[in-house]
């Protein structure tokens, strides 16, 4: 039995959970088709989903083609949730991208194919709602050639268009020839030799036609309807000839990615785990990040549309995992991933990954992870029953415990929780679930942006054991210099490791760390050295005959207590600049709204960096702040007749350069003040 782990990607409402629902009932896992639009369909499984119709997390179903078992992945298509699309990208085999034959290629459409791209990922091309009116075949295909990629295989294209018996028509081998041999004759010169010394065999050319989709060189395009069922077998039968199985190593060392985190009736976690390597048993002991060490205790594994409880999950499958309470999406089960070898692409290197992708949010490590673009938004949630306060900051908790990609930030002394956000409509995702799932009501502030701070020169500071009105039984010394930008922070000692326990040295680097969570402006400062250049301490003291003495002996406590001050007056010297997060944009509006648009771009800060004409279009590149992009968002339709097309994701920080320079409220003591933050830190002990 092969496996085949399958994604449907899409922009919001191309119709691909629909589409799920239709491979389902087409391949027997349903007698009955479910509906978006009545909210009963069988991956949507949050209350919230199926009030507004779209796809917010992951979920997975299976059936099974002939001896190929697929397991189906659902995912998002609304931009806000790119995050949770990408984690998912990692645990596929395949994809198939659904677009509109009546909207065309759309903004996230762009987005979703560019990755799809840089990963190497297999994808096919799925043309819905042909029976829609306003269905279009030639202009769609144009527009897949020249805004999604040029490399495409119509396998057919839909007769009767835009009505009820709207079918898709396969070519026949004499009408499908030709379109094979430019795409496939691109990438294999053989193929191209043999045509032009006297044809290639229709045989030839449909294995070049697998080998090259395995190797996302070229992407078949087949057109259809989930409503109706058109052009939905034709499309199974391409998935199961053209897509490659899963690569399955059941004997090899234990390698499992988790892509999801759930919680079940009971409150416990259920981690979602794709099987790259070897086999997993129930009452297995696995060690989890940071070394710490789970049991599983209970295996589901997915066949046959649900998922039923198995002793084992083996390699190439996806399983439900208990008994894991510390796990969290993105982390690695066993050995990291390897990355793709050559025998993927049949002797040719992959491609690195890297920097460079005009919209691309994450890029894969070579252990097979993913590095994210940053929340840029965030906003202050608050109980609606001030006596649910401590239950939102348990049921906060155990949201960011399950998604490292939610960030909370809690400000004791004003009693309120700040989450990190990608996009507005994640407000309305996390009320449901706080509501649904814990049954807190919860009201929002706006958003605003997530700014930076880097150091802008070297800075140093340094108080002595017992001198100088330092209160701690501590020496910390500390430097702090500007770092190239991305590089993050880097901590460095230039104290001897031995003129100290090793633990006091631990408390002032992790002290550090969260210091640098709020600089002068407090804002996450990033991009820096730390140099530890002082240390000291009181040796372990006691009187005779007596225990030991804290009060004449230093403690973790005292390193953790001096190190914000002496860090806050270095970085106070080094001086500090707040820098905003921006967006690149890619923004296509009609031609004669262009005189409309630009005065707008220009009230919202947006930079264009090129300018083209296409036809009747008009294509703006530029930055534009991410504070901007909402308003931009909701004026463009009034302004180009709802023809236009925005697309933005995180490019980079840039200074502040209009208006005050933005101060976000502390949440620790404030060592920018020593008298208050030792008040403070004296009322925490005390507490």
Not at 140 to 162: F, W
Not at 191 to 204: M, N, T
Not at 347 to 365: F, H, I, V, Y
Not at 375 to 401: F, K, M, W
Request: charged share 25%; glycine share 10%.
């Amino acid at each position: 039995m092969h496996l085949l782990n399958l994604g449907i990607l899409a922009h919001v409402d191309a119709g691909k959970t629909s589409l799920t629902e239709r491979l389902l009932y087409t391949a027997g896992v349903v007698d009955e088709l479910g509906s978006v639009d009545d909210g009963n369909t069988r991956t949507d499984s949050l209350a919230l989903e199926r009030q507004r119709g779209i796809t917010i997390k992951s979920a997975v179903v299976s059936f099974a083609v002939g001896d190929l078992t697929v397991n189906l992945i659902d995912t998002p298509g609304h931009p806000d949730f790119i995050a949770e699309v990408e984690r998912v990208l990692g645990v596929l085999d395949g994809v198939v991208l659904v677009v509109s034959a009546v909207e065309g290629v759309q903004a996230q459409t762009r987005v979703l194919m560019r990755t799809l791209q840089r990963l190497r990922i297999p994808t096919l091309i799925f043309v819905n709602k042909i029976d829609r009116r306003g269905a279009r075949h030639e202009e769609v295909l144009a527009k897949i050639s020249e805004r999604l990629t040029p490399a495409i295989v119509p396998m057919g294209e839909p007769a009767e268009r835009g009505t009820p018996a709207a079918y898709f028509a396969p070519y026949p081998a004499d009408r499908l020839r030709p379109r094979l041999l430019d795409p496939l004759a691109a990438h294999d010169e053989g193929l191209l030799a043999a045509y032009v010394e006297g044809g290639v065999p229709d045989e030839r050319l449909r294995a070049a036609l697998v080998r090259q989709t395995g190797r996302a060189l070229v992407h078949p395009v087949f057109f259809g309807s989930a409503a109706t069922g058109a052009g939905v077998a034709e499309l199974i039968d391409g998935i199961r000839e053209l897509l490659p199985p899963a690569r399955a190593d059941a004997d090899g060392p234990l390698s499992a990615t988790v892509f999801k985190v759930e919680r079940g009736a009971a409150g416990e976690k259920i981690a979602y785990a794709r099987m790259f390597s070897g086999t997993l048993r129930t009452r297995d002991r696995i060690t989890l990040r940071d070394g710490e060490e789970g049991k599983v205790t209970a295996i589901s594994v997915f066949d046959q549309g649900a998922a039923s409880r198995e002793a084992s999950v083996t390699a190439g499958r996806i399983g439900k995992l208990w008994g894991l309470g510390t796990i969290r999406i993105g982390d690695t089960l066993g050995a990291p991933r390897p990355w793709p070898g050559t025998g993927d692409t049949n002797g040719e290197p992959w491609p690195r990954p890297g920097t460079g992708d005009p919209l691309g949010e994450s890029w894969p490590s070579p252990a097979g992870g993913h590095h994210f673009a940053p929340p840029t938004l965030e906003t202050v949630v608050s109980p609606g029953r001030p006596a649910d306060r401590g239950a939102l900051h348990t049921a906060l908790t155990q949201l960011a415990e399950q998604d490292p990609l939610i960030g909370l930030r809690h400000d004791e002394s004003r009693g309120e929780i700040s989450v990190s956000l990608y996009g507005e409509v994640q407000k309305e995702v996390l009320q449901a679930t706080l509501a649904d799932e814990y049954g807190i009501d919860v009201h929002f502030r706006g958003t605003t942006p997530l700014c930076v701070e880097r150091p802008l020169g070297t800075g140093a500071s340094v108080e002595f054991n017992k001198k100088d009105g330092n209160p701690f039984l501590a020496t910390v010394g500390l430097r702090i210099d500007p770092a190239p930008v991305g590089s993050g922070v880097e901590f460095r000692l230039e104290a001897e490791l031995g003129s100290m326990p090793y633990a006091f040295f631990k408390a002032v680097e992790d002290t550090v760390e969260e210091t640098l969570g709020q600089g002068l402006h407090g804002w996450q400062v990033t991009d820096c050295v730390v140099t530890m250049t002082h240390s000291g301490y009181s040796p372990r003291q006691s009187h005779a005959h007596q225990k030991f003495d804290k009060s004449m002996s230093s403690t973790g406590a005292d390193f953790r207590g001096l190190t914000p001050l002496v860090l806050i007056a270095a970085l106070r010297e080094a001086g500090s600049r707040v820098y905003e997060p921006m967006h690149r944009f890619r923004l296509e509006v009609p031609a004669d709204t262009l005189g409309a648009v630009l005065p707008v771009l220009a009230r919202q800060r947006a930079v264009p960096r090129s300018t083209r004409i296409d036809g009747s279009s008009c294509v703006l590149e530029g930055v534009l702040p991410v504070a901007r992009a909402h308003d931009l968002e909701q004026q463009l339709p009034g302004l180009t007749r709802g023809e236009g097309e925005l697309e933005c994701a995180f490019d980079h920080y840039a200074p502040v350069a209009h208006g005050a320079v933005p101060d976000r409220p502390r949440t620790d003591p404030n060592p920018l003040d020593r008298k208050e933050y030792l008040l403070n830190l004296t009322r925490r002990v005390g507490g």
